[in-house]
């Protein structure tokens, strides 16, 4: 169900001076307005009463905690709490407010375009949104309700989609369904191989984003009442960061139904982490619990490439962990000048000018349209060696990182088949480029166990 936060009213700030560093991060600075319930007999405060909120565009400070509203005036809207977007590019912020995309400006926090969402194909959300910087495109989750006739029952359909921020169009790129729903734990972009990455809790899926289809589907490799939250593509080392969340449960015996028992949460820790998106793997950065209880869902994640350092939200402090080490580099409590909380924040450096490396096959003008049947690798996965075969001769083979880095090359002396040793690889996604005597190019993706 979605969350929104309601903003019914104007508050009023000095105007101060905006400057794009990578010491900032940007989201929504939120005030509550609340009134008091009073006890008419000796005057005490018996409650409060949540009268509205005012958002401005807000800066936060990673150096000093200060959070600074871009704007003198804020203005009423909702807040859908599934994404939000930067475009380091036109230099804006983008949200949804309830049925609107809006569109503010980052050096003045200014409103400066709100289109309707409207899906051709039906009346449909748009969720966990993302900014694609090799394409400038915005890419997220179009989900739509739909009746079964077979089933007489309504249910859920969801395609990978792309909007358009000036018009509010969406645009299906999945040519079928391809889930129900995603779990709000985070959503990434990968800009060199142009894949989205979504999690249903369980599972954490790749789509790829030319097409639409299922690029990766792995399960993601925690223990019991362990999860991967709050994820994020790191464009400095082209990996995927989170939170490793731990749920400690102890379990009350029902003394009325024998083998019944009720689950106690008795406490939660939080650690960093990073996930292989083919295998599902999970590697726990920090030693130790770097905090406890949790972080807030719609306070979002940022990287800032440079310090190689994540930042998460716990509500009251932005807490910045070393992707080295693991180690907390900061925990600043939120110093507002009217806001009262931080929300939806994303960071302007990282992959900006990032360049898609993996091409549309569809499209590409580089390479012969050769059918992706006419090479045949195999094992794919593979852990140490694999086999090409094709209908033609191979003249050579390279294997890429998906930062387009050459990591092996290999000759194929005009063989029709051979055994490449790939050994030296680290477990992950590659591209193979083949070669073949009558100039065709082929490439296929490579998965490394």
Do not use: H
Request: aromatic share 12%; charged share 10%.
């Amino acid at each position: 169900m979605k969350k929104f936060l309601l903003s019914l009213s104007l508050f009023i700030t000095a105007q101060l001076a905006v400057a794009q560093t990578a010491n900032t991060i940007y989201g929504i600075a939120r005030q509550n307005y609340y009134t008091n319930v009073v006890n008419p007999f000796d005057s005490t405060i018996i409650t409060q009463v949540f009268d509205s909120c005012t958002i401005r565009l807000g800066l936060f400070n990673t150096l000093t905690g200060v959070v600074t509203p871009a704007a003198a005036t804020g203005f009423n809207d909702a807040i859908n709490l599934t994404g939000a977007a930067l475009n380091p590019y036109d230099n804006t912020y983008i949200f949804i407010g309830a049925s609107k995309m809006n569109t503010l400006d980052l050096s003045t926090g200014q409103l400066i375009n709100q289109a309707t969402l409207s899906n051709p194909n039906g009346a449909s959300y748009f969720d966990n949104f993302r900014f694609c910087n090799s394409d400038s495109t915005m890419y997220g989750l179009a989900r739509r309700n739909y009746f079964d006739s077979t089933l007489m029952m309504t249910v859920g359909s969801m395609y990978l989609a792309k909007a358009n921020t000036n018009t509010g169009v969406i645009t299906e790129i999945s040519p079928s369904s391809i889930g129900q729903g995603f779990a709000m734990s985070g959503s990434a972009i990968d800009p060199y191989q142009m894949v989205y990455y979504y999690s249903t809790g369980y599972q954490l899926i790749g789509l790829d984003m030319y097409n639409g289809s299922v690029f990766s589907n792995a399960t993601i490799g925690t223990v019991q009442n362990q999860y991967f939250d709050n994820f994020t593509y790191s464009c400095a080392d082209t990996a995927l960061y989170g939170l490793v969340r731990t749920n400690f449960i102890s379990y009350t015996p029902n003394p009325w139904v024998p083998g019944d028992s009720t689950a106690n949460l008795d406490s939660t820790t939080i650690r960093l982490g990073k996930i292989n998106p083919a295998t599902g793997n999970v590697t726990i950065i920090s030693p130790n619990a770097i905090s406890y209880g949790g972080y807030t869902v719609n306070g979002g994640a940022a990287i800032n490439p440079f310090t190689m350092t994540y930042y998460y939200s716990n509500g009251s402090n932005m807490i910045g962990v070393s992707m080295v080490t693991g180690l907390v580099t900061s925990n600043l409590p939120f110093i507002f000048n009217g806001p009262q909380y931080f929300d939806m924040f994303r960071n302007f450096d990282n992959c900006k000018e990032a360049v898609a490396i993996r091409s549309n096959s569809a499209t590409s003008v580089n390479e012969n349209n050769v059918a992706e049947n006419s090479i045949s690798i195999f094992p794919n996965p593979a852990k140490s060696a694999i086999n090409i075969s094709a209908n033609r001769k191979l003249i050579s083979a390279s294997i890429f990182d998906i930062t387009g880095k050459i990591q092996s090359t290999y000759s194929l002396n005009n063989n029709e088949k051979s055994l490449l040793d790939i050994s030296s690889l680290s477990a992950g996604i590659y591209l193979i480029r083949v070669t073949t005597n009558d100039n065709s190019v082929i490439t296929q993706k490579l998965i490394v166990e």
